[in-house]
T-cell receptor
Framework: SQQGEEDPQALSIQEGENATMNCSYKTSINNLQWYRQNSGRGLVHLILIRSNEREKHSGRLRVTLDTSKKSSSLLITASRAADTASYFCATELYGNNRLAFGKGNQVVVIP | DGGITQSPKYLFRKEGQNVTLSCEQNLNHDAMYWYRQDPGQGLRLIYYSQIVNDFQKGDIAEGYSVSREKKESFPLTVTSAQKNPTAFYLC??????????FGPGTRLTVL
């Protein structure tokens, strides 16, 4: 089944800096979603972007989607120590109602 | 207090035993999902259900079984046929083609 693939896999930044993660996929999608997971916990939904959308914002988060390149990016601006987590992208195909997850990006924000 | 719950938080299984993981939601969601997460990896779909009394195999269904007798409940049984069951198990629910809401997870260890 299709999977999102995140790049880079691990990121270490100073508090206040921006963090950018990319996700690529292989086939046409209905939507792409980003989730955060703190260590040992369940996933928390961040943003859903549909195939006819190019950019979405939520607080300090900005997600872009380029369907021609089959890629998405997640930008976290002005990072905080509390942003330390793993971030996953997941794709949903048309008529499928199930998600395919990437392996995740581990982000460490140093205070 | 709406949400999705999983129990137990930790579960230990002896080889040859079947064990059942509980997942309950009061969000009135139609769809429910079970995922497996191994260390440093993304989520892999075990089973999902889009409606009561119906469910489909995901990518790694072998050695697992589920039931969906009530809208709120989607228990997962890890059978003795699953040869490497030690993992973190996550349950989720959603309305069709929307974000998924995750439970806190169950960590299963084989002794």
């Amino acid at each position: 089944s299709q999977q999102g693939e995140e790049d880079p896999q691990a990121l270490s930044i100073q508090e206040g800096e921006n963090a950018t993660m990319n996700c690529s996929y292989k086939t046409s999608i209905n939507n792409l979603q980003w989730y955060r997971q703190n260590s040992g916990r369940g996933l928390v939904h961040l943003i859903l972007i549909r195939s006819n959308e190019r950019e979405k914002h939520s607080g300090r988060l900005r997600v872009t989607l380029d369907t021609s390149k089959k890629s998405s990016s997640l930008l976290i601006t002005a990072s905080r120590a509390a942003d330390t987590a793993s971030y996953f992208c997941a794709t949903e195909l048309y008529g499928n109602n199930r998600l395919a997850f990437g392996k995740g990006n581990q982000v460490v924000v140093i205070p | 207090d709406g949400g999705i719950t999983q129990s137990p938080k930790y579960l230990f299984r002896k080889e040859g035993q079947n064990v059942t993981l509980s997942c309950e939601q009061n969000l009135n969601h139609d769809a429910m999902y079970w995922y497996r997460q191994d260390p440093g990896q993304g989520l892999r779909l075990i089973y999902y259900s889009q409606i009561v009394n119906d469910f489909q195999k995901g990518d790694i269904a072998e050695g697992y079984s589920v039931s969906r007798e009530k809208k709120e409940s989607f228990p997962l049984t890890v059978t003795s046929a699953q040869k490497n069951p030690t993992a973190f198990y996550l349950c989720a629910s959603s309305m069709p083609y929307n974000e998924q809401f995750f439970g806190p997870g169950t960590r299963l260890t084989v002794l």
